[in-house]
C-alpha cells in the first residue's frame, strides 16, 4: 500500500523567505503525485500535480515541485513566500487504476512572520 | 470556474441519528469520493464512485455509512446511526476524464459534529 511521509509537522518562514516543504512517499511503480493547500476553516486546493513527463512542476500560486524518483520525494518550493500562504499543505499520492483514492500525508502548518 | 459544492457547512447532531451529508460534484465529472478529516488529523479516504457503484472504500466505510447518487447531479454519505467518533470535517471530491482521473478537486467541507 503507499504511503506519504512530511516529516516537517510545523513550519516558520519570514515573508519574502524562500521555502522547502518536503514530502516522501512509498509505492512500487510510478505514482501520482500532488499538493493541496487547506487555509484555516476551509476546503483543499490542488496547488500543482506530477502524473509523468518533466519532473519540475509548476503550479498555482508561484509554487512548483520536483519529483526525483532517486529519493522518493516530491518536494514543494516557492522561492518567496507572502504572507497570505499561510496555512496546512498536505502532500498526497495516487495510484493507478480505476477512481483512484489518494493518500494524503499528516500535513505541514506553515507560519508566515511579517 | 466549476467547483464542488457541499451542504450543510455545519451538521450538529445527537449520538445515534442518521445524518445525510450533499455534495454536487463538477458537472462532466465522472468520479466520485468522499473522505474525512479528523480535528487534527490527516485527510482519509472514505470511499469512491464511478458508474453508479462503489469503487472501493475503506476500512472505516463501514456499514454505517452509504454513499448515493440519486439524480444527475448530487452524491451523498448516509451516517445511518452516528457515533461521536464520526466527529470530522466531511469533504467530497470528483474528478474526470477530461483533467485526467487523478486530478481529485475537493469541496469545501461539511463539519459534522455529534454530541
Known amino acids: 500500500a503507499q504511503s506519504v511521509t512530511q516529516p516537517d509537522i510545523h513550519i516558520t518562514v519570514s515573508e519574502g523567505a524562500s521555502l522547502e516543504l518536503r514530502c516522501n512517499y512509498s509505492y512500487g511503480a510510478t505514482p501520482y503525485l500532488f499538493w493541496y493547500v487547506q487555509s484555516p476553516g476551509q476546503g483543499l486546493q490542488l496547488l500543482l500535480k506530477y502524473f509523468s513527463g518533466d519532473t519540475l512542476v509548476q503550479g498555482i500560486k508561484g509554487f512548483e515541485a520536483e519529483f526525483k524518483r532517486s529519493q522518493s520525494s516530491f518536494n514543494l518550493r516557492k522561492p518567496s513566500v507572502h504572507w497570505s500562504d499561510a496555512a496546512e499543505y498536505f502532500c498526497a499520492v495516487g495510484v493507478d487504476g480505476t477512481a483512484s483514492k489518494l493518500t494524503f500525508g499528516t500535513g505541514t502548518r506553515l507560519q508566515v512572520t511579517l | ?115
Open chain 2, 1 to 115: 470556474e466549476p467547483e464542488v459544492t457541499q451542504t450543510p457547512s455545519h451538521q450538529v447532531t445527537q449520538m445515534g441519528q442518521e445524518v445525510i451529508l450533499r455534495c454536487v460534484p463538477i458537472s462532466n465529472h465522472l468520479y466520485f469520493y468522499w473522505y474525512r478529516q479528523i480535528l487534527g488529523q490527516k485527510v482519509e479516504f472514505l470511499v469512491s464512485f464511478y458508474n453508479n457503484e462503489i469503487s472501493e472504500k475503506s476500512e472505516i466505510f463501514d456499514d454505517q455509512f452509504s454513499v448515493e447518487r440519486p439524480d444527475g447531479s448530487n452524491f451523498t454519505l448516509k451516517i445511518r446511526s452516528t457515533k461521536l467518533e464520526d466527529s470530522a470535517m466531511y469533504f467530497c471530491a470528483s474528478s474526470g476524464i477530461a483533467g485526467g482521473r487523478y486530478e481529485q478537486y475537493f469541496g469545501p467541507g461539511t463539519r459534522l459534529t455529534v454530541t
